[in-house]
């Protein structure tokens, strides 16, 4: 069945750069998003990328697409303070978004 | 609206209430969705609109959920006999009609209404 799969903690130093990773398992996912969800606030679009991309890059942040191996990645540079968040990634179904359980960001001074 | 609206931000309830939440999409758009999100957890999808009919409603965790949409609008979830697992943050999002995916279904969220059950 549909399965959107990533981890739990990712615990990163002020500064350094970030690395989400998500494995989906629908080949016909049209569309992958990237979500944040900052303390006591619903969820916040940050960026998507279309399937027969491989790279977005917008400010800060970069997505990797690897299509064949169905991964993808968030790459936020210069970690701040402010990026403490729990970010999810999903793949959408027909009408559906098919969602991760979140990787909650830690920032460590 | 400018955003997704939901009320209440917080409701406290005594188990066996009835309880009801509100959710105002974003004007124009036609797609609505509920999720439920306990503590630490990920989404769980609950049930999806669109204009006012719902033909998702699989998410809905028993007959004591049930859920509305009117005028293409405004939504309202509905919960009867309310129990402690009820407990939980209850999300709604909105999106411009799906147009049969051929363009990102981009979803925006409310903040969320967090009930607790006592």
């Known amino acids: 069945g549909e399965d959107v799969e990533q981890s739990l903690f990712l615990s990163v130093r002020e500064g350094d750069s970030s690395v989400i990773n998500c494995t989906y398992t629908?080949?016909?996912?049209?569309?992958l998003y990237w979500y944040k969800q900052e303390p006591g606030a619903g969820l916040q679009l940050l960026t998507y990328i279309f399937s027969n991309m491989d790279m977005k890059q917008d400010q800060r942040l970069t997505v990797l697409l690897n299509k064949k191996d169905k991964h993808l990645s968030l790459r936020i540079a210069d970690t701040q303070t402010g990026d403490s968040a729990i970010y999810f990634c999903a793949e959408n179904s027909n009408y559906q978004l098919i969602w991760g359980a979140g990787t909650k960001l830690i920032i460590k001074p | 609206g400018a955003g997704v609206s939901q009320s209440p931000s917080n409701k406290v309830t005594e188990k066996g209430k009835d309880v009801e939440l509100r959710c105002d999409p974003i004007s124009g758009h036609t797609a609505l969705y509920w999720y439920r999100q306990s503590l630490g957890q990920g989404l769980e999808f609950l049930i999806y609109f669109q204009g006012n009919s719902a033909p998702d409603k699989s998410g809905l965790p028993s007959d004591r959920f049930s859920a509305e949409r009117t005028g293409g609008s405004v939504s309202t979830l509905t919960i009867q006999r309310t129990q402690q697992e009820d407990s939980a943050v209850y999300l709604c999002a909105s999106s411009l009609d799906w147009a049969g995916g051929t363009g990102a279904n981009v979803l925006t969220f409310g903040a969320g209404s967090r009930l607790t059950v006592l």
């Open positions: 629908d080949s016909s996912s049209t569309y």
